[in-house]
């Protein structure tokens, strides 16, 4: 009988082996996007159990226990931690074949050399012995980074955040880089007037200058830009449902946010109007200083509105959407390499439909200046499973050069999804090991070792400059 998650566990051919034991299983993690609070790493916070780690904040383990009829009181609601955790416990037999079943028993393996199968029956068993290591020492969140050999983590953080938790793990000289990363969807925010308004006025405070009209605006977030760019930022990120690129003069982007600031409703075409004149400005800085801008497209977010006004966003109320997104990205990209003012950019999209879209874009926008200047990035969210970054490695590796790819990341909230690191190392080590053996690739183990390599490090260290 084959066990479950063994050395071997996705590699399927002895090529593959060889590429990932030799090569991947031991190179350091460079995590370049994630959710991971850094007061709690300037904190170097221990939990106080597994489900305080494990279930709090995680949509994913919640959409999947909502799916199997655990009322929201177990989820979000006012359970005791032990009474969430049995019944996440519960559910987890049913995530056959959901990514999320192999990740909880990786998890489980990686940080707390626990090899049972999660269910009602062991629950208690592992919730606690996994509970007892997490009030040691060595189970803190920043020894929890060391255990997986993460070496960079880029937060994501609001222009208007005053990074102090930064400044204070920078201050206290670990070995650990955690830098922030710019992340200004709600100044831009246009459908949400009220909450636009109010962000301005947070930033007024914070840039400590007036914001009159539409250039003090610009001169007051380019204030904090630089303000992250002197606390180590190096790498802007934008959550978007799709490029905007809509044509516009600096004399109607002006009348818009004077409405703004009046509170009057804006018409369709002016919310996407100031929305392209804000990202456009954002690249033009990100440009200047040499960042990395990212961008993620195609949520379609807070689709359940009756929970959504209950729980609050990123509760698990999102799907993927179904956007048109080539015509504008290539007019958004266009315009700024007219001016060769576009930066190292990485494109990330939701829906599978735009994979080949988004592999073929970043193409017309490599200009031989930098080895993979433009990206196709790592399968994101829904895609985040085996079949998604199958089909992203192999879009890229048709119409691109995957040998140049910066790799995977975590996209997570929590300190325990590093995992997911080898999930992808060891799904590229079999694809390339695949067509080794199937003699399409010739059995040059030097070679593609250094390939593997660098995709899941060397590519990430050269093009972040971290």
């Given at each position: 009988?084959?066990?479950?998650?063994?050395?071997?566990?996705?590699?399927?051919?002895?090529?593959?082996?060889?590429?990932?034991?030799?090569?991947?299983?031991?190179?350091?993690?460079?995590?370049?996007?994630?959710?991971?609070?850094?007061?709690?790493?300037?904190?170097?916070?221990?939990?106080?159990?597994?489900?305080?780690?494990?279930?709090?904040?995680?949509?994913?383990?919640?959409?999947?226990?909502?799916?199997?009829?655990?009322?929201?009181?177990?989820?979000?609601?006012?359970?005791?931690?032990?009474?969430?955790?049995?019944?996440?416990?519960?559910?987890?037999?049913?995530?056959?074949?959901?990514?999320?079943?192999?990740?909880?028993h990786l998890e489980l393996q990686r940080y707390f050399d626990v090899y049972d199968i999660l269910s009602p029956a062991t629950a208690r068993k592992?919730?606690?012995?996994?509970?007892?290591?997490?009030?040691?020492?060595?189970?803190?969140?920043?020894?929890?980074?060391?255990?997986?050999?993460?070496?960079?983590?880029?937060?994501?953080?609001?222009?208007?955040?005053?990074?102090?938790?930064?400044?204070?793990?920078?201050?206290?000289?670990?070995?650990?880089?955690?830098?922030?990363?710019?992340?200004?969807?709600?100044?831009?925010?246009?459908?949400?007037?009220?909450?636009?308004?109010?962000?301005?006025?947070?930033?007024?405070?914070?840039?400590?200058?007036?914001?009159?009209?539409?250039?003090?605006?610009?001169?007051?977030?380019?204030?904090?830009?630089?303000?992250?760019?002197?606390?180590?930022?190096?790498?802007?990120?934008?959550?978007?449902?799709?490029?905007y690129a809509e044509n516009y003069t600096d004399e109607e982007v002006e009348q818009i946010f004077l409405k703004i600031m009046a509170a009057q409703?804006?018409?369709?075409?002016?919310?996407?109007?100031?929305?392209?004149?804000?990202?456009?400005?954002?690249?033009?800085?990100?440009?200047?200083?040499?960042?990395?801008?990212?961008?993620?497209?195609?949520?379609?977010?807070?689709?359940?509105?009756?929970?959504?006004?209950?729980?609050?966003?990123?509760?698990?109320?999102?799907?993927?959407?179904?956007?048109?997104?080539?015509?504008?990205?290539?007019?958004?990209?266009?315009?700024?390499?007219?001016?060769?003012?576009?930066?190292?950019?990485?494109?990330?999209?939701?829906?599978?439909?735009?994979?080949?879209?988004?592999?073929?874009?970043?193409?017309?926008?490599?200009?031989?200046?930098?080895?993979?200047?433009?990206?196709?990035?790592?399968?994101?969210?829904?895609?985040?499973?085996?079949?998604?970054?199958?089909?992203?490695?192999?879009a890229l590796s048709n119409m691109g050069l995957l040998s140049k790819f910066v790799g995977m990341l975590t996209d997570s909230r929590s300190f325990?999804?590093?995992?997911?690191?080898?999930?992808?190392?060891?799904?590229?080590?079999?694809?390339?090991?695949?067509?080794?053996?199937?003699?399409?690739?010739?059995?040059?183990?030097?070679?593609?070792?250094?390939?593997?390599?660098?995709?899941?490090?060397?590519?990430?260290?050269?093009?972040?400059?971290?």
């Amino acid at each position: 009988m084959k066990k479950f998650i063994d050395e071997n566990f996705l590699l399927n051919n002895k090529t593959a082996e060889v590429l990932y034991h030799q090569y991947a299983k031991d190179m350091p993690i460079i995590d370049y996007h994630c959710h991971l609070p850094p007061d709690q790493i300037a904190e170097d916070r221990n939990f106080e159990n597994l489900t305080q780690v494990w279930l709090y904040g995680d949509h994913y383990k919640w959409r999947a226990m909502r799916a199997n009829g655990i009322p929201e009181e177990y989820i979000t609601g006012n359970k005791s931690d032990w009474e969430k955790f049995e019944k996440w416990a519960e559910t987890v037999p049913y995530t056959l074949r959901n990514p999320l079943y192999h990740w909880t028993h990786l998890e489980l393996q990686r940080y707390f050399d626990v090899y049972d199968i999660l269910s009602p029956a062991t629950a208690r068993k592992i919730y606690d012995e996994c509970t007892a290591k997490l009030q040691t020492p060595e189970y803190s969140v920043r020894n929890l980074l060391r255990k997986m050999k993460v070496v960079v983590v880029a937060t994501t953080d609001d222009p208007i955040d005053n990074l102090a938790y930064h400044q204070q793990i920078k201050a206290e000289g670990i070995d650990l880089k955690i830098l922030p990363a710019f992340r200004p969807d709600k100044a831009m925010h246009a459908d949400d007037l009220p909450a636009l308004v109010s962000y301005i006025c947070k930033l007024e405070e914070v840039a400590a200058m007036p914001v009159t009209d539409f250039n003090s605006y610009l001169a007051a977030l380019k204030s904090r830009h630089d303000y992250f760019a002197v606390n180590g930022c190096l790498v802007s990120d934008h959550g978007l449902e799709q490029m905007y690129a809509e044509n516009y003069t600096d004399e109607e982007v002006e009348q818009i946010f004077l409405k703004i600031m009046a509170a009057q409703p804006l018409s369709a075409s002016e919310i996407l109007q100031f929305k392209s004149a804000m990202l456009y400005h954002f690249a033009v800085w990100d440009h200047e200083k040499g960042w990395v801008q990212q961008y993620h497209l195609g949520a379609l977010r807070n689709n359940n509105s009756r929970l959504l006004q209950s729980l609050g966003p990123d509760t698990g109320w999102d799907s993927i959407g179904d956007f048109q997104q080539g015509p504008m990205l290539s007019k958004f990209f266009n315009r700024l390499d007219s001016s060769d003012q576009l930066t190292k950019t990485i494109l990330y999209n939701l829906n599978p439909a735009d994979n080949e879209l988004m592999a073929t874009m970043i193409g017309n926008y490599n200009d031989g200046s930098i080895a993979g200047k433009m990206q196709y990035g790592s399968s994101w969210w829904f895609l985040d499973q085996k079949d998604g970054m199958i089909r992203q490695m192999n879009a890229l590796s048709n119409m691109g050069l995957l040998s140049k790819f910066v790799g995977m990341l975590t996209d997570s909230r929590s300190f325990l999804s590093f995992p997911r690191h080898e999930y992808f190392r060891r799904l590229l080590c079999n694809l390339l090991g695949e067509d080794v053996e199937n003699g399409e690739l010739p059995e040059d183990i030097e070679w593609l070792g250094k390939v593997v390599k660098d995709i899941c490090f060397n590519n990430a260290k050269e093009y972040f400059k971290f």
